[in-house]
């Protein structure tokens, strides 16, 4: 009896360390999945930029997935904002046969997106080594490497070399301030800046530029700059 006793305690021991370990498990997959909704990032180990699922929203790539870069040194477009971004420029018939820039690229989301929907041509511009990897990566994988350019280096030098830009898409780290410096740096008459604050408006203008949309997703402002 007491070694049946003693069994039995063990089996709802161990029943118990298993209903325990499961709930925690199912807490873990529930927070991603909540973290991934709000940021669009899952907080796997070491690696708080890996993307669940991260992928085009529409167009001629809708559905194929883009590979992120690990690490902390990218902050990738949530797929809420960048939908709505996109929708927004499409109402304004900026997309279709644009010559965009991608600048602070990381993994090419917004530029990817920007083809996807028929850009003619994207200029990627990112000076972390292992996120331009990635980035070539994405492009070849997914086929349109040849309506395409790398450029690995600073944006704001860079910028000045596209001269043939109408449309710049500017997601930097948050702690990004040099925005009038890099407006100042493009040819492009309109630009698209996420940030973590609203930018251009009637307190704090741009000179030369004209704040025409601003809607916050989450932490980022996205903010429509038109020449």
Request: net charge negative; glycine share 10%; charged share 20%.
């Amino acid at each position: 009896m007491i070694s049946s006793a003693g069994g039995l305690a063990s089996g709802l021991g161990r029943s118990a360390s298993v209903m325990v370990t499961s709930s925690v498990a199912d807490w873990c997959g529930w927070a991603s999945l909540v973290l991934s909704h709000i940021y669009g990032v899952a907080v796997v180990g070491d690696t708080p930029n890996s993307l669940l699922g991260m992928r085009v929203v529409a167009g001629e790539l809708k559905g194929r997935k883009i590979q992120a870069p690990e690490g902390k040194t990218t902050r990738p477009t949530t797929d809420m904002a960048r939908e709505a971004t996109f929708n927004a420029l499409g109402s304004l018939n900026v997309v279709v046969g644009a010559r965009v820039v991608d600048a602070f690229a990381g993994s090419g989301a917004l530029g990817i997106e920007a083809i996807s929907r028929g850009a003619a041509h994207c200029t990627f511009i990112e000076r972390d080594r292992v996120a331009v990897e990635v980035l070539r990566e994405n492009l070849e994988t997914l086929g349109i490497a040849d309506r395409a350019t790398v450029i690995r280096g600073d944006v704001m030098t860079s910028l000045r070399n596209v001269t043939d830009a109408t449309l710049v898409l500017a997601d930097p780290p948050y702690d990004f301030v040099a925005w009038q410096e890099l407006l100042d740096a493009t040819l492009a008459d309109l630009v698209v800046a996420e940030s973590d604050r609203e930018l251009g408006g009637a307190d704090a203008p741009f000179a030369g530029w004209t704040q025409v949309r601003v809607k916050r997703y989450g932490r980022a402002f996205v903010t429509f700059l038109q020449r």
